[in-house]
């Protein structure tokens, strides 16, 4: 009994430390460029949908473009700023300074967006050389304390027989 409590407590610990050491190695390589993937897919994902989406609205208009040719004449003045030609038709030009303003801001503001960041805090955090260095150390001497404590017993010791020099 007292061997199988050595054995899970040595395996415990053992395996702490060296997953401790193997963290803080691949951290830096491994683990950030596949966080840095994860966030360039992602954001390829968006643009796809939002193409998609663009796409389908042109599809839309060219179908009611060509089912309806007048369609075109009404969406030249909104579409390029262009006055409507009328010749006896005054047009009133509406002029709304604020919510000018406030569609510049919102635009401003959906294009600074920045991108989700989908790397873990805790990644964050080991990247930081002190910690990744502090969590190397914190492992090798847990694999080292391991060693010492919970390697071979006095009995096996004692029953090892050394060589007597000549």
Do not use: C
């Not at 709304?96 to 991108?115: D, S, V």
């Amino acid at each position: 009994m007292a061997l199988t409590v050595r054995f899970v407590l040595f395996a415990v610990f053992f395996l702490t430390g060296t997953g401790a050491i193997v963290l803080s190695i691949l951290v830096e390589p491994e683990l950030k460029e596949y966080y840095q993937s994860r966030a360039a897919l992602a954001q390829i994902q968006r643009q796809n949908e939002k193409i998609l989406s663009l796409t389908e609205q042109y599809e839309t208009l060219t179908g009611r473009i060509e089912s309806e040719p007048n369609i075109l004449d009404r969406l030249i003045p909104l579409t390029f700023g262009h006055k409507p030609r009328a010749a006896d038709t005054a047009f009133p030009q509406v002029q709304n300074n604020a919510l000018q303003a406030e569609t510049e801001t919102l635009l401003e503001r959906i294009e600074n967006t920045a991108a989700v960041e989908l790397t873990p805090a805790w990644l964050t955090r080991i990247l930081e050389p002190k910690i990744r260095k502090g969590l190397f150390l914190s492992g090798a001497g847990l694999v080292l304390i391991t060693s010492i404590f919970f390697g071979t017993t006095k009995q096996q010791r004692v029953g090892v027989s050394r060589p007597i020099a000549s």
